[in-house]
């Protein structure tokens, strides 16, 4: 069974740093594409950034481009989401997600990620 387990969220001031991680299990991180998704109260659930199965390939919303990175370390089975530069608006729950079999999919469209994380808060404070 697949299981993904995100770590890292916390408090932080504005235009500090957080690290997330995302653990995988089950299956070798290597058998997926994986994404990071984030939804604040009372909004719809929105892309952040993606990562393809090789590692090559990597996707970011415009609205965290050159403040977040998303990397996989497979050795780890884990993937991870660098952000800096952190602003009161990117407060919210960040979830992981993970495609797989390889296949053609929108990597920005929670819809087509086959598992999913239990979410991890982030709150930045101005």
């Known amino acids: 069974q697949v299981q993904l387990v995100e770590s890292g969220g916390g408090l932080v001031q504005a235009g500090g740093s957080l690290r997330l991680s995302c653990a995988v299990s089950?299956?070798?991180?290597?058998?997926?594409?994986m994404g990071w998704f984030r939804q604040a109260p009372g909004k719809e659930r929105e892309f952040v950034a993606a990562?393809?199965?090789?590692?090559?390939?990597?996707y970011s919303a415009d609205s965290v481009k050159g403040r977040f990175a998303i990397s996989r370390d497979n050795a780890k089975n884990t993937a991870y989401l660098q952000m800096n530069s952190l602003k009161s608006e990117d407060t919210a729950v960040y979830y992981c997600?993970?495609?797989?079999?390889?296949?053609?999919?929108?990597?920005?469209?929670?819809?087509?990620?086959?598992?999913w994380g239990q979410g991890t808060q982030v709150t930045v404070s101005s």
């Open positions: 997600a993970a495609v797989g079999p390889q296949r053609r999919y929108y990597y920005n469209s929670p819809d087509d990620y086959d598992y």
């Open positions: 089950g299956r070798t991180l290597s058998s997926f594409a």
């Open positions: 990562i393809t199965w090789g590692g090559v390939n990597t």
